[in-house]
């Protein structure tokens, strides 16, 4: 190794401010120190000193290792690093050369144990400020995060930001941008139908000439990040439901989410896992914007994506509306579709069998089109036993003038409960004007015990009636299919077995179905 002739000055600033020694400031205290003796300076400005990617500091190292350095004259020992670990590094590396260092205010001598002993102590502190640091930094972070404020990032497609203040702190918020809003709400009423798959609303919207109006490509990844965020959300009760449902820490209390704002979704400082379908420990807080994806579309979309459903659909089979559905009865793998050709031109067989397999198969050659005519058969007379089943419940399902043990009593009885309450709450009403402050006590309590009797009962009886609405809209569409089954599409037959079938076991020439319904 050649002799080493200079000193080495090294000086870094993260961050300037004022409240900083800058590094021309470092380096005159650096140059003090070297009475005289050659130098080369070493700059690191905006870089941090938790780790050793720096090229100022690898520069030196470089030099260091090239045997052109004798000593490292730092003004201060957190300048050079703050971390344990890359310390006892730098260290070890400067006795293998034979390089001193010197720390220019804290007069450290690398030469004597104590002051190596020293050198260790001081950096245990230089880590500990910054950690004390980072954790200030963060607890400050999601103390805003948690009062609604703006937290910077990309602005989401659909809003705008604009000024505003909000618990006399001046802050930015989201405006919507009603061009860009209204391909969202396409979008999410289009991904709401499980008939969609991300791939299939991308090419409708190049199809019909819907570009993106901040001029990116569309694509599945984007979208679906779109349809996971509650920024777009009008935040009700159910929403709040949701999220409590998931595990998500919720800021708000359950009375805010009264529909008019959308969400801020933060990983959370007790987050585990960085999967976007896990909401165990992320924070739900109630943005200060308004929303415009009702709830009710907006949850449909994110449970499909919760679920992953949109894998199933991008993968649909198309050798048979049964695929998915069989499985071999001896081993219980899939049967899957081969051709072949013959007349009967497709067949069945056990994805366990074969050369490699060490499965028999099924024991007999399941033809596909004998099978497929055999279900549809199967399917109708199912879907006419369920009709006819339908049909006999709803002749027998009591009116609303039943006894009053009954469905239709309970209805009637509520209704008659409702309209005693109103005049009731009318008839204390009437006594207000000629009560004295004891009396109207005893007037405000009954009130407002039979105003929250009334609301009960309300959303009881609007419930009740939507559950009929809703189960004669389903006798119907059922009623629909057993009519128009000859006439059902390939994909047609394939969502009426997704209803109906649940796994259809074939072995040794006996086949067991087992119904969903």
Known sequence: MCGAYYDALYARQSIEKKDSISVES?????????????????????FSGKDMNRPGFEAMMKDIRGGKI???????????????LDFANMMESFQQYHVEFVSSTEKFDTSTPIGR??????????????????????DAYYARCKRGFFMGGRIPYGYRLIQTVIHNVHTSMYEEVPEESAQLKLIFSLYADTDNSLGDIVRYLNDHQMKQLRGAEWNTARLSEMLRNPIYVKADIDVYRFFQD???????????????????????????????????GKELVLAPHSGFIP???????????????????TCKPKN???????????????????????????????????????????GCTVYADVLEDYMMKAVEKRLSEISALEEREWAERPTLYGAAGN????????????????????????KVSEADSILMKYINERVLVLDAERDTLQEEIVMADNADTEAAADRERLNGHVKAWETFSFSDRQKVADLLIKVIRIADGKMEITWKL
């Open 407 to 430: 469905t239709g009593g309970r209805q009637i009885h509520k209704k008659i409960r409702l309209t005693q309450i109103e005049e009731e709450i009318n008839g204390l009403l009437s």
């Open 117 to 138: 002993a020293m050198l260790h102590i001081c950096i245990v502190f230089a880590q500990l400020e910054r950690e004390t640091i980072q954790k200030r930094v963060t």
């Open 246 to 280: 998931q595990g998500a820490q919720i800021v708000n209390p359950a009375s805010d989410f009264t529909g008019q704002n959308a969400c801020y979704l933060y990983q959370g400082t007790g987050s585990g896992g960085g999967k976007r379908s896990d909401l165990s």
């Open 295 to 313: 709830s009710k579309l907006w949850l449909a979309c994110r449970v499909r994506c919760l679920n992953n459903r949109q894998s199933a659909k």
């Open 26 to 46: 470092q380096l005159a205290y650096c140059r003090y120190e070297t009475r005289g003796a050659s130098y080369i300076e070493y700059t690191d400005r905006g």
């Open 70 to 84: 004798k000593r490292v004259i730092v003004y201060k020992l957190d300048r050079i690093s703050r971390s344990i």
């Open 320 to 362: 048979s509306w049964l695929s998915g559905k069989l499985k071999c009865g001896n081993c219980g793998y899939a049967l899957t579709v081969r051709k072949a050709k013959t007349k009967w031109g497709r067949y069945f067989v056990c994805s366990r069998s074969g050369e490699h397999g060490s499965c028999n198969g099924a």
